[in-house]
């Protein structure tokens, strides 16, 4: 299992570049299987959630072209029959998204059969909500053996009020009634970019959708979609990452190719923490000066404060000045990053759904432990500012998200190594500049 060694201290100059968004590329793959044209998407992040998706694809008998050069980041999906409409066990338990396919398998194939995930670190994340809007399109659904099966000869229109915001649901079900009889409508729907960039490539393909990106999304069904050519948008959260590290750091960085205008309420926040930032339309320059204030957090869904950013936001509000709460009311069980932040010396009280962080705490490097996506993306933040070397165990957690993070952190002046466990022992770090 791959490591990363820290050595903190050094402010992060120059530029990054952002790579396309992994939440909008996997329900984009996703989507081919709703044609046997091919479908041609372009800056797809090289992140092992895309690789995962590409498996499970080629396992349902897709060809699968997946082009990493530096200049294309291009994956060309075809979908003929026969499809094999099952996703198995040993793939959906390492990626969640893997339910993804549930959706566009029923409405292409008339059946399908997906592994339940299960639980996972941030909380229970059930699909049950999924299910339920599938039933209303027509499917029989039924669930053994920890696999639910969908069935349809044809699936309905039907209106869907979301009892929950739920962002995967949205996308999975719209993916769905493209292919429906009659025009569906869905009430209180996911409103995050990565929908509206998804309706983009279907609309492409040949359907019909109205509204996504706002609370009401209509489909109107057509019988059959076509192949298209598409670009993903760049990752919203790999750039409030990148963000915050340059504020953190006191750093003079720019982050490029990005959108801001998809992370207005983490601009906003870190204004208010005393970051100045200058936002151009597709870049974001962040100069800090090391003096950050503290503010209080409330995750939401979009465009609220994005509950992917509270792990980074929490590395940051150690470096500020006062006393900032960080609510998370989206999953149950999203602190994990804490403890390990408690360990590198940050002053944080967890109370149910909420942290309490005092700051500004000068961290310590130490050995900490990755639980997840997010979380291994904050203790990355902690240990650029921290005093001496961290080393971060399971950073397959972040190779999922987050495209050769350390490569990038390292061309604007980190310095961060990965280091295997066959790998001999790393070699020395420079003492911080
Ligand atoms: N929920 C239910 N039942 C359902 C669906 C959701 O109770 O059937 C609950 C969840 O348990 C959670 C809340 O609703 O408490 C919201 O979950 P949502 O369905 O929106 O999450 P998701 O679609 O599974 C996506 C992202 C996550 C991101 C969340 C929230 C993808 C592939 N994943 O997950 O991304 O945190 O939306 O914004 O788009 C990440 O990239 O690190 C990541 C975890």
Not at 25 to 51: F, K
Not at 65 to 82: A, G, K, S, V
Not at 275 to 286: F, G, K, N, P, Y
Request: hydrophobic share 45%; proline share 4%; with cysteine.
């Amino acid at each position: 299992m791959d490591k990363f060694v820290v050595r903190g201290g050094n402010p992060l100059l120059g530029t990054v570049r952002i790579s396309g968004a992994k939440n909008a590329a996997l329900p984009a793959m996703a989507a081919a299987l709703l044609t046997d044209e091919p479908v041609v998407l372009e800056n797809v992040p090289e992140v092992r959630d895309i690789q995962t998706m590409r498996r499970l694809l080629v396992e349902m008998g897709a060809e699968v072209e997946l082009r990493h050069d530096r200049t294309h980041h291009r994956t060309t999906i075809q979908c003929c029959e026969p499809i094999r409409a099952e996703a198995p066990y040993e793939l959906v338990k390492t990626m969640r998204a893997s339910t993804l396919v549930l959706g566009p398998l029923v409405a292409r194939t008339g059946c399908a059969r997906v592994s339940l995930p299960g639980g996972c670190a941030i909380g229970a994340r059930p699909i049950d909500l999924h299910i339920k809007a599938l039933q209303k399109l027509g499917a029989s659904v039924s669930q053994e053996h920890g696999y639910v099966e969908a069935r349809a000869e044809q699936l309905r229109s039907a209106h869907i009020v979301w009892d929950r915001i739920t962002v995967t649901g949205t996308e999975e079900v719209m993916m769905a009634a493209t292919l429906a009889d009659g025009e569906t409508v869905m009430e209180n729907c996911a409103r995050e970019p990565e929908v509206a960039d998804l309706a983009e490539l279907l609309i492409s393909m040949g359907a019909q959708i109205q509204g996504a990106g706002t609370a009401t999304i209509r489909v109107r069904g057509v019988p059959r979609l076509h192949g298209a050519r598409h670009r993903i948008i760049p990752d919203r959260i790999s750039t409030g990452t990148f963000v915050i590290a340059g504020a953190m750091t006191g750093g003079d960085l720019t982050v490029e190719n990005c959108r801001p205008r998809h992370l207005g309420a983490l601009l906003e926040k870190l204004a208010e923490c005393g970051a100045v930032l200058h936002v151009e339309d597709e870049s974001i320059r962040v100069v800090g000066d090391g003096r950050l204030l503290a503010a209080d957090v409330n995750t939401e869904e979009y465009p609220g404060f994005p509950t992917d950013m509270q792990a980074q936001y929490m590395a940051l509000a150690t470096q500020a000045a006062g006393t900032s709460m960080i609510t998370e009311n989206i999953f149950e069980n999203r602190f994990l990053h804490a403890l390990e932040l408690m360990r590198m010396g940050a002053s944080i009280k967890l109370e149910g759904r909420r942290a309490v962080v005092h700051g500004k705490t000068q961290l310590s490097g130490a050995a900490v432990l990755a639980s997840d996506l997010r979380a291994s993306a904050s203790l990355v933040l902690a240990a650029l500012v921290a005093d001496g070397e961290t080393i971060i165990d399971r950073v397959y957690h972040i190779d999922r998200g987050y495209e050769r993070i350390e490569e990038k952190l390292r061309s604007v002046g980190a310095q961060v190594i990965r280091v295997g466990e066959m790998l001999p022992k790393r070699a020395a770090l420079a003492p911080a500049q």
